[in-house]
């Protein structure tokens, strides 16, 4: 499956009102799922199969070589994770904006434009917070709750991951 069509099934699932949507093909899994009209999970694993099959293709070397970066990949998300729940153990009191998706944060819609949202601003619930840009395409970050902002946690350029804490709303 082609990049683009996966950001065609991003936006397909995005607007319409299915709620979860997965695909499988050649070993490769997509799997779609938001709430409240926004998507909140994007899977695309990389066929591991796909890899398993080259290296014993290859001089027995690449599996030894192949066997390491498995647990070392493995190994990563499970600091993230640790780091995640460090994290949210440091965040201030309020409600919790996070990112629905890996990509770069970015404050404003432009780079000479004012930042959608300022720390003391009042925001509604929908209200369009920031930008992450995955894939070279901008997917607008809306408040889930109604407040004041209190935080703002990333900076303007900031690589994000996927549930990492944005904003603070009070």
């Given at each position: 499956m082609k990049v683009e069509q996966v950001l065609q099934l991003i936006q397909a699932v995005s607007d319409s009102e299915l709620t979860e949507f997965k695909y499988e093909e050649d070993g490769v899994k997509l799997s779609l799922k938001k709430t409240e009209g926004k998507i909140v999970q994007v899977?695309?694993?990389?066929?591991?199969p796909a890899v398993v099959q080259a290296a014993p293709a290859v001089i027995p070397a690449?599996?030894?070589?192949?066997?390491?970066?498995?647990?070392?990949?493995?190994?990563?998300?499970a600091a993230g994770e640790a780091s995640a729940a460090e994290t949210a153990d440091a965040?201030?009191?309020g409600n919790i904006v996070k990112s629905p998706l890996v990509g770069t944060f970015y404050a404003a819609p432009a780079e000479d434009a004012e930042?959608?949202?300022?720390?003391?601003?009042?925001?509604?619930?929908?209200?369009?917070?920031?930008?992450?840009?995955a894939m070279k395409l901008?997917?607008?970050?809306?408040?889930d709750f109604t407040g004041t902002v209190?935080?703002?946690?990333?900076e303007n350029g900031q690589a994000v991951?996927?549930?990492?804490?944005?904003?603070?709303i009070k």
């Open positions: 899977q695309t694993p990389v066929a591991a690449a599996p030894v070589a192949a066997a390491p970066a498995a647990p070392a990949t493995e190994a990563a998300p965040l201030p009191a930042p959608f949202v300022k720390v003391g601003d009042r925001v509604k619930e929908g209200q369009v917070l920031a930008i992450v840009e901008m997917n607008e970050i809306e408040s209190a935080e703002i946690l990333v991951e996927y549930g990492q804490p944005l904003f603070v």
